[in-house]
């Protein structure tokens, strides 16, 4: 599926977003971004890992392929590798291919399973990413309501953006979803506990604005 997803008419542009994915991709990836100096021999032994279903190989392959480092940049290959980690549940590889699928190639169908198969996996950036479909409507009927589920599960799992737009929305109270300021001031203290800078800074004018109106609303400290 992702061998007709990277036509060779859009090849080109995957060079230029290989680039960018590399410096917003999740944090696993980032730990080989030294990665330099690759023997064939070593590479060679990646790929036999890979091939015998070694989720961490075909991710540390697609990783430098996308980045060139330690081979020579190859985006197609890449991903055909992160393909392959995806396949073996790696759900950071699903979003990174979800990115590339939506960002380049208004492939929203593919994206959203990818998404959707990375939270299920408890991945918080699948959940994020796919509320923002919800909420949206790119590239699925627009559905407030599940998006709001999305970001609380991606909230729940970590995600400091899940959280701080899960607190907005509460906030403003639209689409059908009632205010609630005892859900956003929550939503606010965990993406604030993640170091959200925004989130905490939510938090505090929150409860300023709650304070001043009377009335009361216990959080954690």
Same mark, same amino acid.
């Given at each position: 599926?992702?061998?007709?997803?990277?036509? %060779?008419? &859009?090849?080109?542009?995957?060079?230029?977003?290989?680039?960018?994915?590399?410096?917003?991709?999740?944090?696993?990836?980032?730990? $080989?971004?030294?990665?330099? +100096?690759? $023997?064939?021999?070593?590479? #060679?032994?990646?790929?036999?890992?890979?091939?015998?279903?070694?989720?961490?190989?075909?991710?540390?392959?697609? =990783?430098?392929?996308?980045?060139?480092?330690?081979? !020579?940049?190859?985006?197609?290959?890449?991903?055909? &590798?992160?393909?392959?980690?995806?396949?073996? =549940?790696?759900? /950071?590889?699903?979003?990174?291919?979800?990115?590339?699928?939506?960002? *380049? *190639?208004?492939?929203?169908? #593919? !994206?959203?399973?990818?998404?959707?198969?990375?939270?299920?996996?408890?991945?918080?950036?699948?959940?994020?990413?796919?509320?923002?479909?919800?909420?949206?409507?790119?590239?699925? /009927?627009?559905?407030?309501?599940? !998006? &709001? /589920? *999305?970001?609380?599960?991606?909230?729940?799992?970590?995600?400091? %953006?899940?959280?701080?737009?899960?607190?907005?929305?509460?906030?403003?109270?639209?689409? +059908?979803?009632?205010?609630?300021?005892? %859900?956003?001031?929550?939503? *606010? /203290?965990? +993406?604030?506990?993640?170091?959200?800078?925004?989130?905490? #800074?939510?938090? +505090? $004018?929150?409860?300023?604005?709650?304070?001043? %109106?009377?009335?009361?609303? =216990?959080?954690?400290?």
């Amino acid at each position: 599926m992702m061998t007709k997803l990277l036509s %060779k008419a &859009m090849l080109v542009l995957f060079w230029a977003f290989a680039a960018a994915i590399a410096l917003s991709a999740p944090s696993a990836y980032a730990e $080989t971004a030294d990665k330099k +100096g690759t $023997t064939n021999s070593e590479v #060679h032994e990646l790929n036999e890992k890979c091939e015998a279903k070694d989720v961490e190989a075909c991710r540390l392959l697609g =990783d430098m392929y996308l980045k060139g480092e330690g081979v !020579s940049r190859d985006s197609k290959l890449g991903l055909t &590798m992160l393909a392959k980690a995806c396949a073996l =549940d790696d759900a /950071e590889s699903c979003v990174v291919i979800g990115l590339v699928g939506e960002s *380049f *190639f208004n492939d929203y169908t #593919h !994206s959203k399973e990818l998404y959707l198969k990375s939270c299920n996996l408890s991945y918080s950036e699948g959940c994020f990413l796919l509320g923002n479909m919800y909420n949206s409507g790119r590239g699925v /009927e627009r559905d407030v309501r599940k !998006s &709001m /589920e *999305f970001y609380s599960k991606g909230c729940d799992l970590g995600s400091p %953006k899940a959280c701080l737009t899960l607190g907005v929305e509460y906030i403003l109270g639209k689409d +059908g979803i009632e205010i609630d300021n005892e %859900k956003a001031i929550e939503a *606010f /203290e965990k +993406g604030c506990s993640l170091k959200d800078v925004a989130s905490c #800074h939510y938090q +505090g $004018t929150s409860l300023i604005e709650v304070a001043s %109106k009377g009335e009361k609303i =216990d959080v954690e400290s």
